[in-house]
T-cell receptor, first 114, second 114 residues
């Protein structure tokens, strides 16, 4: 079974530039998550999709971050414009519906803003 | 809201030592509890889980018991190996069915020396 695919693996941009990350979840998984993991901290949920609808985006900085999930499958996360404090690993995960089901994570995208 | 508190790290042990990593949680309803592990250079992966009170999750010699009375899910292993060196995250999902959200603790780094 193919896992969660993310690209790119690494990205270095200057502040005020824009960047986009892509995620392809495991086939059949209805739930898709984007997390931000700053060095030395636990993953923080940015946005959660159920199929192509947003379930929770309460911690997404909507003035600069946006995300979409086309046709309930692939998803993109965009930052525009980037700030230095956005330097982090961005993790995508997916799971079946329901309480107690395991979330499967991609390798993540390491973003460095200089 | 839901939260997970992990003991402060890092933790350094000698091979074959006993390991305990503490985790306590705050949640409404009846959450499911997880331990995720992140090996160097790899993505997050599920180590074990428990979905109801008094359940014991186990995998690769690690165990954790869901203790509702103390709201805890401590991770233990009787004899650690160098290959167990990684970052360990305690996590929970809330009891809101399809809209359940996966919340992580800060993580703790375990280093096992030969």
């Amino acid at each position: 079974e193919a896992g969660v695919a993310q690209s790119p693996r690494y990205k270095i941009i200057e502040k005020r530039q824009s960047v986009a990350f892509w995620c392809n979840p495991i086939s059949g998984h209805a739930t898709l998550y984007w997390y931000q993991q700053i060095l030395g901290q636990g993953p923080k949920l940015l946005i959660q999709f159920q199929n192509n609808g947003v379930v929770d985006d309460s911690q997404l900085p909507k003035d600069r971050f946006s995300a979409e999930r086309l046709k309930g499958v692939d998803s993109t996360l965009k930052i525009q414009p980037a700030k230095l404090e956005d330097s982090a690993v961005y993790l995508c995960a997916s799971s079946f519906e329901g309480l107690g089901t395991e979330a499967f994570f991609g390798q993540g995208t390491r973003l460095t803003v200089v | 809201g839901n939260s997970v508190t992990q003991m402060e790290g890092p933790v350094t042990l000698s091979e074959e030592a006993f390991l305990t990593i503490n985790c306590t949680y705050t949640a409404t309803g009846y959450p499911s509890l997880f331990w995720y592990v992140q090996y160097p250079g790899e993505g997050l992966q599920l180590l074990l889980k428990a979905t109801k009170a008094d359940d014991k999750g186990s995998n690769k010699g690690f165990e954790a018991t869901y203790r509702k009375e103390t709201t805890s899910f401590h991770l233990e292993k009787g004899s650690v190996q160098v290959s167990d060196s990684a970052v360990y995250f305690c996590a929970l999902t809330s009891s809101s069915g399809a809209n359940s959200k996966l919340t992580f603790g800060k993580g703790i780094t375990l280093s096992v020396r030969p």
